[in-house]
C-alpha cells in the first residue's frame, strides 16, 4: 500500500492511496494541472485513478474537482448531502451526475479491490468524514479537518500502518496573529482544525506497534511551519503515556506546494 500527498494545507488538499491495482485520490483542492503533474511524479497517469473520494465540501478540498471530472470522468465518493452541494455548487460547471456515488458513515465500501471506512469528523462543513483504508493486511488513513477527536473515531483509528494527521497550527501562533478574533474562534473551535499538540494527542490515543508511518498535514500557512509542527508532535509522543517513542516511526510534514515522499507499507 502506498500513501502520498500531492498537496496538504490550508491552500489546497489532494492525497493519493494505492493498493495493488487500485488508485484512487482523496479530495481534489487543486489546480487539474497541479493534480496531473503530482501523479506523473508518483508515476501514476490519471486515467489510472479508480475513484475520488471526498471528505467535505470546502474549497481546499473540492476547487480543482470540476475541472478534472470533465476531463477525466472519475467516479467520485462522498456523503449524501456533499454530493447534494457539489450537484447544486455553480462553480463545479456541468458535471455527468452518474459519476457521483454517495457513501454513508461507517459504512464500508469498495472501489475495486480497496476497502474504505468513512468516519464521521467534527467540522464546520455539511456532512464531513475522513477515510481509512485496507487492503492485503494493511490499512492507512487520511484524518484532517477536525476540531476535536471523539472515542468512536478514536476506537475506528486503532491497529493503522500508516495516517496523514492534521496537524494545522501552532496555538500561539494563532493567538497572536493578524486573523480575526472570530476566524481564530473558528480555527480553534470543537469544529475547526488540530492543534500541532492536539495532532500529538490523537497520535498517543491511537499508537501501536504497526504504527510505523505518520505524515503531517492540512498545515496554515499563516499560523505554523514545518518544523515547528514536526518538534512539537515529536514531542508529545516522546511525553505521552504509552511504551512507544517518536523515534520509532518515520514522521514527515506534507507540503503546501510539492508533493511528498511517498510512504510505502
Known amino acids: 500500500m502506498k500513501l502520498a500527498s ?26 487539474k494541472k497541479r493534480i496531473e503533474d503530482g501523479l506523473a511524479y508518483f508515476g501514476t497517469k490519471p486515467e489510472q485513478i479508480d475513484g475520488i473520494v471526498v471528505t467535505h465540501e470546502h474549497s481546499d478540498h473540492i476547487k480543482g474537482l ?15 448531502k456533499t454530493i447534494q452541494y457539489l450537484r447544486e ?18 459504512k464500508f465500501f469498495f472501489i475495486k479491490k480497496l476497502e474504505i471506512l468513512p468516519v464521521h469528523t467534527s467540522h ?12 492485503d493486511g494493511k490499512s492507512c488513513a487520511v484524518i484532517t479537518d477536525l476540531g476535536e ?32 478574533y472570530y476566524l481564530k474562534q473558528r480555527i480553534w473551535g470543537s ?6 499538540e492536539a495532532c500529538g494527542v490523537l497520535i498517543n490515543q491511537i499508537i501501536s506497534e504497526r504504527l510505523k508511518h505518520i505524515i503531517l498535514g492540512h498545515l496554515s500557512q499563516e ?8 518538534q512539537a508532535v515529536r514531542n508529545e509522543i516522546n511525553f505521552g503515556n504509552h511504551d512507544y517513542s517518536a ?19
Do not use: W
Not at 18 to 31: F, H, K, M, P, R
Not at 66 to 80: C, D, M, N, Q, S
Not at 89 to 106: E, F, P, V
Not at 149 to 177: C, F, P, V, W, Y
Open 124 to 135: 464546520d462543513a455539511l456532512d464531513p468524514v475522513c477515510y481509512r483504508f485496507f487492503g
Open 191 to 196: 469544529k475547526g482544525h488540530l492543534s500541532n
Open 223 to 230: 499560523n505554523n511551519y514545518p518544523e515547528l509542527a514536526f
Open 149 to 180: 477527536t471523539d472515542r468512536h473515531l478514536i476506537d475506528t483509528m486503532k491497529g493503522l500502518d500508516a495516517a496523514l494527521i492534521e496537524s494545522n497550527h501552532d496555538l500561539g501562533m494563532l493567538q497572536t496573529g493578524p486573523y480575526p
Open 89 to 106: 455548487d455553480a462553480q463545479m460547471g456541468t458535471i455527468d451526475t452518474d459519476l457521483y456515488h454517495i457513501i454513508s458513515k461507517d
Open 6 to 31: 500531492i498537496s496538504s494545507g490550508s491552500k489546497g488538499n489532494c492525497i493519493f492511496v494505492e493498493q495493488n491495482n487500485t488508485s484512487i485520490l482523496v479530495d481534489a483542492g487543486i489546480s
Open 66 to 80: 470540476g475541472v478534472f471530472l470533465r476531463k477525466y470522468k472519475i467516479p467520485v465518493y462522498a456523503t449524501e
Open 247 to 265: 523515534e520509532q516511526i518515520e514522521l514527515k510534514v506534507a507540503s503546501q506546494v510539492e508533493p511528498s515522499d511517498t510512504i510505502e507499507f
